[in-house]
């Protein structure tokens, strides 16, 4: 099979459910790791067996893939407070339970007074549900031709051998983009997978781009599971692609929904796809 065909039937095999939710949260100042811990909570008082499938994650090899994202929406002063949540490749079966957990979670409150807190409307983002090979480039013309950026507006967690990479590559985003979504996908290896990241890698090597231009982004995350904080180093900033993202494009159109890297649960790692002159010294 070639390449292109492997990687539209793992993105078709993922589905997105996604919303806007716009909140009613009193004096308090809701944050999305404040969002999604309580809303976690709720979903464990409902349903044990639920929560370890979406919130905990299902397992893969050693490690697990959690099946959601909670980030903060796009500034609105209309909407505002607001956050967008997705949901990965869930049976839509559980749409039910995961939405009364949000209920439950609003009565037990936000804060150290425990402050209710309500949904006051939601807008799907999409005919949920939709498979990821459905993501559009957000700008108009020619998606493989048409001169980008690879935008981070918060930070981006990529290791090499336990190393933060300060200065990503085309090569690092793609691949640390195939990876999410095989994971999601449910595929953990295999020589059909080595073959697939072989020709992603190849494929952003061609890629003309420009040297990233970011700055670090230091910042410290509760562990509801350790019981700690936890310092977090990542990176955040531009990779401009003068020529386009070339094949590339639907892999870098699905990664904005899913994210790449560490921590894509606390929305890190958030990809988005503006146009060139949008980056600082490209025009």
């Keep these: 099979m070639d390449w292109r065909e492997y990687l539209t039937s793992l993105l078709s095999s993922v589905q997105i459910q996604a919303w806007q939710l716009q909140l009613e949260t009193s004096e308090v100042r809701a944050t999305t790791p404040m969002l999604r811990g309580v809303w976690g909570r709720a979903l464990r008082h409902l349903d044990e067996e639920v929560y370890q499938q979406v919130f905990a994650g299902t397992p893969l090899g050693h490690r697990r893939v959690l099946r959601y994202i909670l980030r903060p929406a796009p500034p609105d002063p209309v909407r505002a407070p607001a956050v967008e949540w997705i949901l990965l490749g869930v049976d839509k079966g559980l749409e039910e339970v995961l939405w009364r957990a949000w209920d439950v979670a609003g009565g037990m409150g936000l804060g ?12 799907p983002l999409g005919s949920n549900p939709w498979p990821l090979a459905a993501a559009n480039s957000p700008l108009p013309g020619n998606a493989a031709a048409t001169p980008c950026c690879l935008h981070f507006p918060t930070a981006v967690r990529l290791l090499r051998r336990g190393i933060l990479l300060d200065k990503p590559t085309p090569q690092d985003v793609a691949t640390a983009a195939m990876r999410r979504i095989a994971s999601l996908a449910g595929l953990a290896g295999g020589d059909a997978y080595r073959d697939l990241m072989q020709a992603i890698r190849e494929q952003a090597a061609g890629l003309t781009a420009a040297q990233w231009r970011g700055q670090r982004f230091d910042f410290v995350r509760w562990s509801g599971s350790q019981q700690r904080e936890l310092n977090m180093h990542g ?9 386009g993202p070339g094949p590339l494009w639907p892999l870098f159109a699905a990664a904005c929904w899913t994210h790449i890297g560490k921590g894509t649960v606390f929305g890190l790692g958030q990809l988005q796809i503006t146009p060139l002159q949008s980056a600082k010294g490209f025009s």
Excluded: E, M
């Excluded at 990176?235 to 020529?243: C, K, N």
């Design 112 to 123: 150290p007074n425990r402050v209710p807190f309500r949904i006051r409307a939601r807008q």
């Design 235 to 243: 990176v955040s900033g531009d990779l401009a692609l003068p020529a």
